[in-house]
């Protein structure tokens, strides 16, 4: 087993627990969901709440549209490792939030198995390593079937 | 009452990669554009920038950076950011300015001058901006977004590789007659799906460069330009529509859409409702256009336009491509300038380039890629941060 320190890259945006989950908000008032979280004041037009509710997002979905990238963005982009690996970024439909929230696929996940409204899960892995910790993202990848 | 504002002049500094500052594209298109117009510096009460931020300060205050660079006048300014829009905005600045009746004489001007490679954010570290995050939580890049447009349209439209090639191979052949455009190369099927793969669907040569170049337009009074005996091209509309929560598309920098969960969808997705306002304000409808300049970031945007502006039904962008509807000489052409697939973004000089366009061919002045008998034209565009834009113009 890796004993590989692991912090996000992100704080307080995904959780492992119970399940690996987004972490979104949901408006007390209006009941709308928000990821990233919303947490100052509802951006529906017709709610004045800024009360909201830190809650779990589903961590299925159906895709929307994916693309593999060959080439290395420019910074803030982190490389991990020496040289740069293509990458897959998937957009995924979450019905019950009736929403879309894009990510990485999954390392082990392969791009060409991806087609429009296939069901996705989301899994939290590593997106770089740097002085001697894993930095961790969500990513997606098929529900096993 | 009639909203109707005169293009009186229309010049463009040359698209390319030369390394000057900004501010010398910007003069000669004002100069081109003054000349166009029979017009002298002294005659222009507003002037109305597009602000570049990639040139430090001078570039924010667009509107005063020209006015000094031309000589002070104690003229009025503006400078107006919105992204690829901007230049839509400063449109809209001047023609409201007019329309109120605070100037008769305004001169837009949009001028840049970008770094080689994809368009990068800012830098430092910005963990509350979307534009920062969406590449350090992702690699979430510009054609990111149009990579995944573009294979939405493959899964569901049946939309090809090849399909995107032909937008490509179109617009080069259109840039060819354009003087103004950055490249003048004509491109085969084969040369673009050969091109090395960016961001799969979308390959090199479908997606468009950064480039400087600067493009200024004179707008007018009805009755200024009716005073210098005139029959000018008019603005008949300006959008400058935002998204109507919930935004449901993807739109960049976002890595989510909204929820729907407690308002339902808009009746019009945004880049719909951008054309249906422009539309709208112009007493027009699709129908009515004879050519159509839009924001083909990647040749596979280009389709998407083609259905957002009504100019066919939700999935047959593919058939008016393959039918030739879209090309010079077809029912509806669309990129007759070349587009940015030969221009390359100059972000602040885009829209009002777009607007040059259609002020040439409604004239009759496009020489080569001249649309027979051009009556009206459209302009599409949106801006990062929801900003969307389009002109309509009529002879
Ligand atoms: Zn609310």
Known sequence: ?145 | MSHDVAILGVGMHQWGKWGKNFVEYGLKATQDALKDAGLEWRDIQLIAGAETVRNGYPGYVAGATFAEAMGWTGARISSSYAACASGAQAINDARAQILAGFCDVALVIGADTTPKGFLAPNAGERWNDPDWLRFRLMGCTNPTYFALAARRRMDVYGATEEDFAAVKVKNARHGMANPYARYHKEFTLQQVLESPMVADPLRLFEICATSDGAAAVILTSMEFAKSRNVDPVKVRAVATTTPTFPCTTLEMPNISTDSAVAVSEPTRPFKASIAHDAYEEAGLGPDDMSLAEVYDLSSALELDWYENLGLCAEGEAEKLLRDGDTRIGGRIPVNTSGGLASFGEAVPAQAVAQVCELTWQLRGDAGDRQVKGATAGITANIGLFGHGSSVICSK
């Open chain 1, 1 to 145: 087993m890796s004993t590989t320190p692991t912090a996000p890259v992100i704080e307080d945006w995904f959780s492992h627990d119970p399940e690996p989950h987004l972490i979104g908000t949901r408006c007390k008032q209006c009941a709308t969901y928000y990821f990233p979280k919303q947490t100052s004041f509802c951006r529906n037009p017709d709610c004045f709440s800024s009360d909201f509710d830190e809650v779990p997002l589903s961590r299925t979905g159906k895709v929307w549209s994916y693309t593999k990238h060959f080439y290395q963005p420019p910074e803030p982009f982190i490389t991990d490792g020496e040289e740069f690996e293509p990458y897959t970024i998937v957009g995924v439909e979450l019905e019950a939030e009736k929403m879309m929230v894009l990510g990485q696929l999954a390392a082990d996940a392969s791009f060409e198995d991806l087609k429009a409204g296939i069901e996705m899960e989301l899994v939290i892995e590593k997106l770089y390593h740097r002085d001697g910790t894993d930095y961790m993202i969500w990513k997606w990848k098929p529900t096993a079937s």
